[in-house]
């Protein structure tokens, strides 16, 4: 079994800037996929950013260019640097683990963007 927990969310200003992390325990295979997705209120969940245990990264059009995605394979911990944050960006940011068939999701933290 996997247990994701994130943290770092809260409040801030159009414009600034929040770090996402979230922290991997349990059976995490050597090859994997770590992201970041959110959900707004009404909408779908939807991708941020993913990043391959070889480093590959994967970025949504929205936040390219302002959020980017970490990990450090050997603490099992992916982290998410927003910078230039818009009111748009407010959501729950969820942190996933994609590893062979499965999907693992954290309890979600939330972000809110004030203008």
């Known amino acids: 079994q996997v247990r994701l927990v994130e943290s770092g969310g809260g409040l801030v200003q159009a414009g600034g800037s929040l770090r996402l992390s979230c922290a991997a325990s349990?059976?995490?295979?050597?090859?994997?996929?770590m992201g970041w997705y959110r959900q707004a209120p009404g909408k779908q969940r939807e991708l941020v950013a993913t990043?391959?245990?070889?480093?590959?990264?994967n970025y949504a059009g929205s936040v390219k260019g302002r959020f980017t995605i970490s990990r450090d394979n050997t603490k099992n911990t992916v982290s998410l640097q927003m910078n230039s944050l818009k009111p748009e960006d407010t959501a729950v940011y969820y942190c996933?683990?994609?590893?062979?068939?499965?999907?693992?999701w954290g309890q979600g933290t939330q972000v809110t963007v004030s203008s």
């Open positions: 996933n683990l994609h590893q062979w068939t499965y999907d693992y």
């Open positions: 990043i391959a245990s070889s480093d590959s990264t």
């Open positions: 349990g059976s995490i295979f050597r090859i994997n996929t």
